[in-house]
Nanobody, 123 residues
Framework: QVQLVESGGGLVQPGGSLRLSCAAS????????MGWYRQTPGKRRELVAS???????NYADSVKGRFTISRDNAKNTMYLQMNSLKPEDTAVYYC?????????????????WGQGTQITVSS
């Protein structure tokens, strides 16, 4: 079982900063890749940033240079530092984790999602 709890969302003015946190708890699962996604009404959920267990990162072009993803494997926590926020960043942000579990000789992987947190960038 894997549970993800997000925190850090809220209202911020353009140009401001926020930091999102995602605390993961896993029982008999090993968390591999993690990422942040966002979704606005009428649009599909899109990847914002991802990070491997080893720390390799990828970013959407729209957030490169402004957002930084990181993780603390000892705490099973992932962060998203969001700087120079723009109104177009307004969305519900979701934490995602891919976790694997050994069952007999096989490895099974599942995607888990946080509850989502609202980010609103507005004057």
């Amino acid at each position: 079982q894997v549970q993800l709890v997000e925190s850090g969302g809220g209202l911020v003015q353009p140009g401001g900063s926020l930091r999102l946190s995602c605390a993961a708890s896993a029982s008999r699962f090993s968390i591999n890749g993690m990422g942040w996604y966002r979704q606005t009404p009428g649009k599909r959920r899109e990847l914002v940033a991802s990070i491997s267990r080893a720390g390799s990162t990828n970013y959407a072009d729209s957030v490169k240079g402004r957002f930084t993803i990181s993780r603390d494997n000892a705490k099973n926590t992932m962060y998203l530092q969001m700087n120079s926020l723009k109104p177009e960043d307004t969305a519900v942000y979701y934490c995602n984790a891919r976790a694997g579990r050994l069952l007999g000789p096989g490895l099974y992987e599942y995607d888990y999602w946080g509850q989502g947190t609202q980010i609103t960038v507005s004057s």
